[in-house]
């Protein structure tokens, strides 16, 4: 083989900076096949070698004019002669690459990149130009493009925005930013980067070989700056003169950590409010500041003083972050007219890194100083409410009690008392309007009502709309002014057989009063009785004891036993009670059989009497019973009026149907169009009428002015006729009137023509008629004319 190293001109070509490669490619000439003999004996054959081929090296983006030079392929079957042809084939040939056919030499005609591509392939070969026999096998061999720092380093992001905590550690990592270059990483230094800052220090520093941004100063307060601009710059050729760079910009900010105290600003504050300030009313505000923000910034306020922490309260606003002072307990200005409190904040969210810093403690205080102010207040009573206690059977005007209102505004102003008649509506109690004195208006009963509810109003006379109410329960104590009396009614009754010492009933008391001690009732007898006896059980009760035997209905069948009872209390009251004892017969056990109402009708009515008695009775129900179905036969008779459509008003009953229009004969409609024509006893002319009732109608009185005395007098005539029927009935009548003064308004007996008629008094009747009187007076004047 031989092997030829070509270049375009005499030389190698070698740009500045460039690395100059020269262009080889071998030649292999064909031969023919020998044997070589081997030690051993053996004929080792060699065949023909065929092209052996290198890379081609083309640097990126030529500038020249011309196309750029490749390279020359050659082979030995070319011998000048004109008679071999070059033959290309592969990636761009046509339009990136051509060849010679005659010389073999390879252009590019297009400035290559190789960032798009960076290698390729073709294939050659030779043919003979006369026979297009092939001369040369088809070989393949590579164009690389060889790369040129062309491109710049280009970050991601153009900004890039990053946080790191205030206070933070020199050396605390913020962000990495990466630059990435297009060029051949593999080759050269185009692709190896350097980082640097440009813009943030001393604040901050880069790493030059990754791109790690870091804090560079120590306590970097958040307070003081919060927000910085750095510039990173990425370059590479490893960071030598002429090498090519990007920048992008980073946006660091410092996140706060709580590492301010809340502070006031002033350490002093006044406040003033009403003395009538609810309980609960905010009364102000104060506000501390903290330099910190969000949940660091939060604070809350507490009172540190007992003078303070009995009246007020304060929290905090957590949209705004001031203490609210609210009133803890009703104000009174005539008591404290001023309070002075302590009041601290703290940071609700302490941070343990800085509570022990050599900066002041993370708390901070103020003095308040709450001023009250006087209001015009209503009077205020002494006690509330008022219990009083006052005897029964009090007589009227009597003291009952005394009620105390007072102004407690600095002028003190007079009061004036009144009862709220609502809540005595008796009016049992009247009320001295100047020193509230309560009497009594009428004596009081304790049966009657135990305790009695009224409201006493206190206003002020130089302000009434400034009242006070307050209750007065009067509690009526009891006097010993109602006797005692028995419990219940008593039906008493003793056998006829009754044996001496036999109890027949128990009684027992009842005393409306109520004594401190409790009642005690003593029984006794208001004269001594032969036949019964009391006996005080001592517990409130007493037994009645039968003093002997024999008891008879027939000679005695009613016994009236009067009882004593007193009561223990003073004065001692008591009253006579009359038990009424009946003689019954009874079993020998003791059974009633029969008692005294009983046993009086057996004695002293026959069995003749009894029966006397009964039939009377009999008799007096059998007229009753006939005199009701008498009665009930009248109300079944048929009714005057068959007809369920009669409305009565027709008198006489025909009971036929008419014959319609032409049925001149049943009845002369005449008469209804003129009543003075009317006949009064005339009837229908084609049947004989069956009459309920004589009919005693008369004429129509003619003298009538009008149809109102018309009819009045035909109500007179029927509500005196005695042969009318006893039910309301319907009466039609036709009246047409006897005309009026203004004489009839129709043309039917006018002058036969218009000129008879004379129009000039129109004109007297006023603007109203003067149209009317133009149209008539007009045509008499063209009539005349």
């Known amino acids: 083989s031989t092997v030829y190293m070509l270049s375009k001109g005499k030389g190698l070509q070698c740009m500045i900076w460039w690395r100059c490669i020269p262009i080889i490619f071998m030649v292999s000439i064909l031969r023919p096949i020998t044997a070589l003999p081997m030690d051993d004996g053996k004929i080792l054959q060699r065949a023909k070698r065929g092209w052996m081929w290198n890379q081609f090296f083309l640097l990126e983006e030529y500038t020249g004019n011309d196309n750029q030079y490749v390279g020359k392929l050659h082979s030995n079957m070319d011998r000048g002669e004109g008679n071999v042809k070059y033959i290309l084939t592969g990636d761009g040939v046509g339009s990136l690459f051509l060849i010679d056919e005659n010389s073999g030499d390879i252009h590019a005609t297009k400035r290559l990149d190789r960032e798009e591509r960076a290698i390729y392939t073709l294939h050659a070969?030779?043919?003979?130009?006369?026979?297009?026999?092939?001369?040369?096998?088809?070989?393949?061999?590579?164009?690389?493009?060889?790369?040129?720092?062309?491109?710049?380093?280009?970050?991601?992001?153009?900004?890039?925005?990053?946080?790191?905590?205030e206070m933070s550690d020199v050396g605390t990592s913020v962000i990495q930013v990466t630059a990435t270059d297009a060029d051949d990483q593999t080759y050269g230094n185009s692709a190896k980067l350097v980082y640097s800052i440009l813009q943030g220090q001393p604040y901050f520093s880069v790493d030059s070989d990754n791109g790690t941004i870091r804090t560079a100063l120590p306590n970097?307060?958040?307070?003081?700056?919060?927000?910085y601009q750095v510039v990173i710059q990425a370059k590479d050729m490893a960071g030598q003169m002429g090498g090519l760079s990007g920048t992008t910009t980073v946006s660091i900010t410092l996140s706060d950590e709580n590492d301010s105290p809340p502070r006031f600003a002033n350490h002093t504050f006044r406040l003033s409010t009403l003395e009538s300030a609810e309980v609960g009313a905010a009364i102000g505000r104060i506000k501390a500041s903290d330099a910190d923000v969000g949940r660091n910034a939060e604070m809350q306020y507490s009172i540190v003083d007992r003078d303070g922490q009995d009246i007020f309260t304060i929290i905090t606003d957590q949209n705004t972050q001031e203490g609210i002072i609210r009133v803890k307990k009703q104000l009174d200005y005539e008591r404290k007219k001023t309070f002075s409190f302590k009041v601290e904040v703290t940071n609700t969210y302490l941070d343990p890194r800085f509570m022990y810093s050599p900066n002041p403690p993370f708390k901070d205080d103020a003095m308040v100083r709450v001023t009250i102010e006087d209001v015009d207040e209503p009077p205020v009573f002494s006690r509330n409410p008022y219990i009083i206690e006052v005897h029964e059977d009090t007589a009227a005007g009597s003291f009952v009690g005394v009620v105390s209102a007072k102004d407690l505004d600095a002028d003190n102003n007079p009061v004036k008392y009144s009862i709220d008649r609502h809540t005595d509506l008796e009016r049992l109690f009247n009320i001295d309007s100047v020193n509230g004195t309560i009497t009594t208006l009428k004596a009081l009963d304790r049966e009657m009502s135990k305790w009695h509810n009224i409201s006493v109003v206190a206003t002020e006379i130089s302000n009434p709309r400034q009242t006070t109410r307050v209750p007065v329960f009067i509690r009526v104590l009891d006097v010993n002014d109602n006797a005692p009396e028995f419990a219940m009614y008593y039906e008493t009754f003793v056998c006829e057989n009754v044996k001496s010492g036999q109890l027949i009933q128990t009684i027992s008391a009842v005393d409306t009063d109520e004594p401190l001690v409790g009642h005690k009732f003593v029984f006794s007898m208001s004269f001594s009785n032969p036949n019964f006896t009391i006996i005080?059980?001592?517990?409130?009760?007493?037994?009645?004891?039968?003093?002997?035997?024999?008891?008879?209905?027939?000679?005695?069948?009613?016994?009236?036993?009067?009882?004593?009872?007193?009561?223990?209390?003073?004065?001692?009251?008591?009253?006579?009670s009359t038990l009424t004892v009946n003689v019954c017969a009874c079993d020998s056990r003791g059974n009633v059989q029969s008692c005294n109402t009983e046993a009086l009708l057996s004695a002293g009515l026959s069995t003749g009497a009894l029966v006397a008695i009964l039939l009377c009775v009999i008799i007096l129900l059998m007229i009753v019973v006939l005199f009701a179905a008498l009665r009930r036969q009248q109300r079944k008779k048929e009714p005057l009026i068959i007809s369920k459509d009669d409305v009565r008003d027709n008198v006489v009953s025909y009971n036929d149907e008419g014959g319609g229009e032409e049925d001149t004969q049943a009845f002369d409609i005449g008469t209804l169009r003129n009543p003075e024509v009317m006949d009064a006893k005339k009837l229908r002319r084609d049947i004989i009428p069956e009459m309920l009732f004589p009919f005693g109608r008369t004429s129509p009185i003619k003298d009538n002015a009008d149809v109102r005395d018309f009819i009045h007098g035909r109500l007179h005539e029927n509500d005196s006729d005695p042969t009318a029927p006893p039910y309301d009935s319907l009466a039609t009548y036709a009246y047409e009137g006897s005309g009026s003064l203004a004489e009839s308004l129709s043309s039917l007996e006018?002058?036969?023509?218009?000129?008879?008629?004379?129009?000039?008094?129109?004109?007297?009747?006023?603007?109203?008629?003067?149209?009317?009187?133009?149209?008539?007076?007009?045509?008499?004047?063209?009539?005349?004319?």
């Open 125 to 165: 070969k030779v043919v003979d130009k006369r026979t297009n026999k092939t001369l040369e096998a088809d070989t393949e061999f590579n164009i690389k493009i060889h790369d040129i720092n062309d491109n710049e380093p280009k970050f991601s992001k153009d900004i890039y925005f990053a946080s790191v905590p």
């Open 536 to 576: 005080d059980n001592e517990d409130n009760t007493a037994r009645i004891i039968t003093r002997r035997g024999g008891f008879s209905q027939r000679e005695m069948n009613t016994y009236l036993l009067p009882v004593v009872i007193s009561d223990n209390d003073y004065p001692i009251q008591s009253s006579t």
């Open 750 to 785: 006018s002058g036969a023509t218009e000129g008879d008629q004379e129009y000039d008094y129109l004109s007297n009747w006023g603007p109203a008629f003067k149209k009317l009187a133009d149209m008539y007076i007009g045509k008499d004047t063209e009539r005349e004319t």
């Open 220 to 227: 970097m307060d958040r307070e003081t700056k919060e927000n």
